[in-house]
């Protein structure tokens, strides 16, 4: 991508943001949407749309603080709220085994797990794989990467550490996704960061677990990554933005979720994982997120 594309997508990106904080302010956040979209879908279409229950799940780093005092307790009042997933973040003591016998017994399934990406130059990316394969996982993902590669050329190596981390997941049955942040979103010499990973990653090898909240904290839309990328994006981070622009419980805040989902199937989006970063009360969000996307129709 050249320095004017980047810039038209920050254009974009911003535009989409600033609208949507205005619309939250007026309340009526969704009625540009469902204006936009009603010769698209149709109205049947867009009222009969919903997130399959099995695809309802809960990324673990939003329950830390009980997890560390009850991983089995709290993976017990997760699958009573309904969720039917898990994504990994984090183990407590515990290790892969030893998890997937909590997960068993409740019924919950691990979909993915969190690995720092030193995991992949240190010699352990096998034993990572391993460990996702016990849990019964789908993807191994890594969350972030280092400060220091935040450059394009940074950017460019950890796209070819990707492919061939990746390969090695294919083999073991496993596909390696990304797992972006805010940081991933910036300009840098005229290049959109996170752009270059999806250019120069194989769609083969190499997917992304889209988290919204930092896909749009720059001005982005983040439907635009399924239009643009389709099928690499099998997970979501389903995390909400306050008006103020920090964290909410899923459907309180200010995201048209309902907007961004109508290009889900488009984007390969498999699993919707509720994030909040820091939650008052872990249980009473999960509550609250869970009972909107079970009720979400788009």
Do not use: C
Request: avoid cysteine; proline fraction near 4%.
């Amino acid at each position: 991508m050249n320095g004017r594309d980047s810039g038209e997508r920050g254009l974009k990106r911003r535009a989409f943001l600033g609208a949507t904080l205005g619309a939250a302010a007026a309340a009526t956040l969704t009625t540009g949407a469902t204006a936009a979209h009603a010769e698209e879908l149709g109205d049947a279409d867009r009222s009969k749309r919903r997130i399959p229950p099995s695809a309802i799940g809960m990324h673990l780093y939003t329950m830390r603080t009980p997890l560390a005092q009850d991983f089995a307790g709290t993976l017990e009042k997760l699958a009573a709220i309904g969720y039917a997933t898990v994504g990994v973040s984090g183990r407590h003591g515990h290790d892969a085994a030893q998890i997937r016998r909590m997960l068993d017994a409740t019924g919950l399934k691990a979909v993915l797990e969190h690995v720092s990406f030193t995991t992949i130059t240190n010699g352990g990316w096998e034993q990572a794989l391993e460990d996702v394969r016990t849990l019964g996982g789908r993807w191994i993902v890594i969350p972030s990467l280092p400060g220091s590669m935040g450059t394009p050329a940074g950017y460019r190596e950890a796209a070819r550490l990707f492919n061939e981390a990746g390969l090695a997941a294919r083999r073991a049955g496993l596909k390696l996704l990304f797992h972006n942040h805010d940081a991933d979103h910036r300009t840098v010499e005229g290049e959109v960061l996170y752009d270059i990973l999806l250019k120069e990653t194989d769609p083969a090898l190499v997917g992304f677990e889209l988290d919204l909240y930092w896909a749009a904290k720059l001005g982005g839309n983040p439907a635009d990554y399924f239009t643009d990328h389709p099928r690499r994006f099998p997970a979501l981070h389903v995390k909400d933005m306050a008006p103020d622009g920090d964290f909410a419980d899923v459907g309180s805040g200010i995201l048209d979720f309902a907007a961004m989902f109508r290009s889900a199937r488009r984007g390969g989006v498999k699993q919707w994982l509720v994030e909040h970063d820091r939650p008052a009360d872990p249980f009473a969000s999960a509550r609250n997120s869970y009972d909107y996307l079970s009720r979400l129709r788009f």
